[in-house]
């Protein structure tokens, strides 16, 4: 699955397959479009995928 990641104020990343980022959270914009990743089929990929697949997106703790 191919996603594109963004990063908010204060730390947080977000994975998402809306490429302009409209389905992210608005209570954490501006949100800034960082590059496309393509998630395998790793671990944690795999749950990443679960949860863009339910809610539209994923956040981590981004560390840049």
């Known amino acids: 699955m191919i996603v594109s990641c963004f990063v908010a ?6 994975l998402t397959r809306d490429g302009c980022g ?5 209570t954490l ?5 960082c590059r496309l990743i393509v998630l395998g089929s790793g ?3 795999l749950a990443a ?3 863009i697949r339910r ?9 840049g």
């Open 9 to 14: 104020p204060g730390g947080v990343g977000a």
């Open 22 to 26: 409209g389905s992210l959270p608005d």
């Open 29 to 33: 914009r501006p949100w800034t479009f």
């Open 43 to 45: 671990k944690d990929d």
């Open 49 to 51: 995928v679960r949860l």
């Open 55 to 63: 809610q539209g997106y994923c956040l981590f703790r981004y560390a």
